[in-house]
Each structure stands twice: as structure tokens, then as C-alpha cells.
């Protein structure tokens, strides 16, 4: 008994310690990610880790991980599609994850550049995409070029993403395109049959 008891008193100790370890090294990133310059270590760290074929490199990177920041030039490429962006800038409210939510207060970028180098394909029903998570993003870009197959420019892009109660939700507030003006909503279920709602409407 008296060996039964020095093993339950040294399991509750080891369980204590790993709970104060653990909360100390959470408090330490929780501070760290609010400290200037984490946003910079954090995007070197996640460049190492990209699955082969993908490559990221930044530019004039400011900010923190929890306070959000800004990157100068961003260049991902990967599989075929390569994307540039210029000066972007991002907030969000990180303690919102402890209620299951990710929500950004600000994506906004001046300039973005896409060009699909991938081989044509026929069209296929889109995938089922089920987010762990409910995702608020309010976005608005400058101008974006899409290079493939011939140049179009989409300037003044704005709106809001939503995603909960397992649908996609798209508030587009405002699109120019050419000579006009585009405004609308999309709404697509998650899950098969993934019904679509869709409603555009614009001026020339």
C-alpha cells in the first residue's frame, strides 16, 4: 500500500508539473505573439515547412502574430500558380479561437497578381469543404491582374466571407470590371447536394 501511494503521489506531481509547464510556455507564446517582429519569425518558420514544389518568399515584413501586421511583397508559388501581393495588411481578434471562431477585422491588399500556369481541365463539381471552424474575413484589394489565359484587370474589389452552420457565404459589396460596376451575394452549402444561391447585379 505504502508503494501504491508513492506512485499516485508521484503521477499527481508529474501531472501538475507538465500542467504549470505547459501553462507557463503558453503564456510565454501568448506574449511573445504580441511582441513586434513575431510575424516576421513566424512566416520564416512556416517558409521551411511547405510541402515540396511550393516556395514562399516576403519582403518588408512588420507586426506581430497577435496585433496583426504588414508584408510589403509577398510571392507564393506552387504546383503551376504563382501569386504575387503588395503591401498587405491583416488584423484579426485571436482570442475569438476559444470560442471555435477565426475572425479577421482586416485583409486588405493594394496590388495582386495571379498566373495559373496550370493545363487547362474540364470542369468538376467543386469539393465538399467543411471548415473545423466558424470564419468571418472582410476583404478589400486595390487591383487584381489575373495574367492566364489573356490579361484582366478587377479593380476595387470589397466584401465579406463568412463561413457557418456549415455554408459558405459570400457579400460581394463592390467589383469594377472594364466599364462596370458589379455588386452581389453567393451563398453554397458545405455539404452535398451543395445548393447554390447566387445573385449578381451591376451597371456599364
Keep these: 500500500m505504502r508503494l501504491l501511494r508513492r506512485i499516485a503521489f508521484f503521477l499527481v506531481w508529474l501531472l501538475e508539473l507538465v500542467l504549470v509547464a505547459s501553462a507557463v510556455l503558453g503564456l510565454a507564446a501568448w506574449l511573445w505573439s504580441g511582441t513586434d517582429g513575431s510575424l516576421a519569425t513566424a512566416i520564416r518558420q512556416a517558409q521551411a515547412l511547405l510541402p515540396a514544389g511550393q516556395s514562399l518568399q516576403v519582403q518588408d515584413v512588420s507586426g506581430s502574430i497577435r496585433g496583426g501586421g504588414r508584408i510589403g511583397q509577398l510571392h507564393w508559388h506552387g504546383d503551376g500558380l504563382d501569386v504575387r501581393a503588395g503591401d498587405l495588411r491583416f488584423a484579426w481578434q485571436p482570442l475569438e479561437l476559444l470560442q471555435r471562431r477565426l475572425r479577421f477585422t482586416e485583409l486588405a491588399i493594394a496590388q495582386l497578381e495571379i498566373d495559373d500556369?496550370?493545363?487547362?481541365?474540364?470542369?468538376?463539381?467543386?469539393?465538399e469543404v467543411v471548415l473545423p471552424l466558424a470564419l468571418e474575413l472582410p476583404f478589400s484589394v486595390g487591383r487584381v491582374r489575373l495574367l492566364r489565359p489573356s490579361p484582366v484587370d478587377v479593380t476595387e474589389l470589397a466584401g465579406?466571407?463568412?463561413?457557418?452552420?456549415?455554408?459558405?457565404?459570400?457579400?460581394?459589396?463592390?467589383?469594377?470590371?472594364?466599364q462596370g460596376r458589379y455588386a452581389g451575394q453567393l451563398h453554397l452549402q458545405a455539404r452535398a447536394p451543395m445548393t447554390l444561391d447566387l445573385q449578381l447585379h451591376g451597371t456599364l
Design 117 to 127: 500556369q496550370r493545363p487547362a481541365s474540364e470542369p468538376e463539381p467543386p469539393p
Design 160 to 178: 465579406r466571407y463568412r463561413f457557418s452552420d456549415n455554408r459558405h457565404q459570400l457579400q460581394l459589396d463592390t467589383l469594377a470590371l472594364a
